[in-house]
């Protein structure tokens, strides 16, 4: 499946984008996308049926907004007596899912595991039967 968001979505959010800007924000959109399918690998298989493409478009957009509004990462700049400070999530300048974001994207109705504990190298969902091997709960392996 292709991108589904375009320079057009950025600058309906945003601004008319210079050519120079626009060439920018294509490339920061192909990334912005592989980092999304790297972070939620079922969004194209979810995307065609449960989850909403106008959700997608918002999130993405956020993502390569942010580094078009800061591309130079600055957090705080002073002039005489003027000063302004930017947020910290936006002032990195990176291009990256963040918390929330990733969370809008996630199943619909999934627990978010707020209070869970889980033990160091147990898959989601998986029970130790033995020291040696984590199985999961819906299909147990014979010890090794």
Do not use: H
């Amino acid at each position: 499946m292709a991108n589904p968001v375009t320079v057009a979505d950025l600058e309906a959010r945003w601004r008319p984008l210079t050519p120079v800007e626009a060439s920018v924000a294509a490339s920061l959109l192909a990334d912005a996308w592989a980092i999304m399918l790297a972070r939620v690998p079922d969004v194209e298989a979810r995307l065609s049926s449960t989850l909403s493409g106008d959700l997608v478009v918002a999130v993405e957009s956020a993502m390569v907004l942010r580094v078009l509004r800061n591309p130079d990462g600055k957090r705080q700049e002073t002039i005489d007596d003027y000063s302004w400070t930017r947020d910290n999530a936006v002032s990195a300048g990176l291009l990256y899912l963040s918390d929330e974001e990733l969370a809008l994207l996630g199943p619909a109705g999934a627990a978010s595991n707020a209070f869970s504990i889980r033990p160091y190298g147990a898959p989601d969902g998986g029970v130790q039967d033995d020291a040696r091997l984590w199985v999961s709960t819906t299909q147990r392996a014979p010890f090794a």
